[in-house]
């Protein structure tokens, strides 16, 4: 099936299937216009399929081997550059027609500044959105525009869906305000546990939509990151929190945000791409 707003790109080192057959399908979403420090999002998607090829598909942990799953890759948004609620619309619309050719299929967005992960919300409408981020993302405005990528969480919020946001580590006193008047859960990166993890999520309706903004992990692992923040997350404690969820709730889409570099071979890609070998490895166990 070709879709209206994508372009074929390099694919990852996987066996891919026809998007009618696919349990999973990916795509990325090359935008990169309100980075606020360092730029190169939009080689993100790009930069992560390259990293697959220096990856086993089989998943020791899960006895999984993700070249016998059914994975299509439909290559990347065709953007409007400069023009988020444009790109948003495209993604939107190319989401109605996978779900409408194959509404089984989950999709997997690969990015790209996190404001656009608020176009996959708005196309799947779970009831409970759950984010690893080092930023709360919850201002109303930044620089004047409000779908910048600082305010994607306060953008999805006010579609009514519960959220929960892990391993945060800087915010302004307006977005802590924000999280408590809306019931919003966050836990700082300091307080952070799997235990803490569960005690919020629990609670949380399904179904789930998962976002994973890079930078949530410590900027040793992911220097090339728009907003690189010190004293995040490991990987692991990341991937723990992940699995208890795949098996307690049910998933609708996710997605790897705010990847960006210049270089194949980019530790921040690297680090992209085995989380995502590993969440479609645990939603296919």
């Known amino acids: 099936m070709e879709f209206f707003y994508t372009y074929e790109t390099i694919k990852t080192a996987l066996p891919l299937v026809d998007t009618e057959k696919a349990d999973f399908v990916i795509f990325g979403v090359p935008f990169d216009s309100t980075t606020s420090y360092k730029p190169g999002a939009r080689f993100?998607?790009?930069?992560i399929r390259q990293a697959t090829i220096n990856l086993e598909s089989y998943i020791l942990d899960y006895d999984v081997d993700l070249s016998e799953l059914r994975i299509a890759d439909i290559g990347d948004i065709e953007?409007?550059?400069?023009?988020?609620?444009?790109?948003?619309?495209?993604?939107?619309e190319t989401v109605r027609e996978l779900k409408e050719s194959n509404p089984k299929a989950m999709p997997i967005m690969l990015g790209g500044e996190h404001s656009m992960t608020y176009a996959l919300v708005r196309a799947l409408r779970p009831k409970s959105y759950i984010v690893f981020d080092a930023h709360l993302d919850l201002r109303d405005e930044y620089e004047g525009n409000p779908w910048n990528h600082a305010c994607v969480a306060r953008r999805i919020s006010e579609l009514g869906i519960s959220m929960a946001e892990f391993g945060i580590r800087s915010g302004i006193r307006e977005e802590v305000e924000y999280a408590k008047?809306?019931?919003i859960k966050w836990i700082h990166a300091r307080q952070y546990s799997v235990e803490e993890f569960k005690g919020i999520v629990k609670n949380l309706p399904e179904p789930v939509y998962v976002s994973v903004d890079i930078d949530v992990f410590d900027l040793s692992m992911v220097p090339s990151t728009?907003?690189?923040e010190a004293g995040g997350l490991e990987f692991w404690e990341v991937i723990e929190a992940l699995e208890w969820?795949?098996?307690?709730?049910?998933i609708v889409g996710f997605d790897i945000m705010e990847v960006a570099g210049t270089e194949l071979g980019d530790i921040t890609a690297l680090t992209g791409a085995k989380l995502m070998f590993y969440l479609i490895g645990m939603l296919s166990r």
């Open 44 to 47: 993100g998607p790009t930069l």
């Open 79 to 92: 953007i409007v550059a400069g023009n988020p609620l444009g790109t948003i619309k495209r993604i939107i």
């Open 181 to 183: 008047e809306r019931n």
């Open 226 to 228: 728009g907003t690189p």
């Open 245 to 250: 969820l795949t098996e307690k709730k049910k």
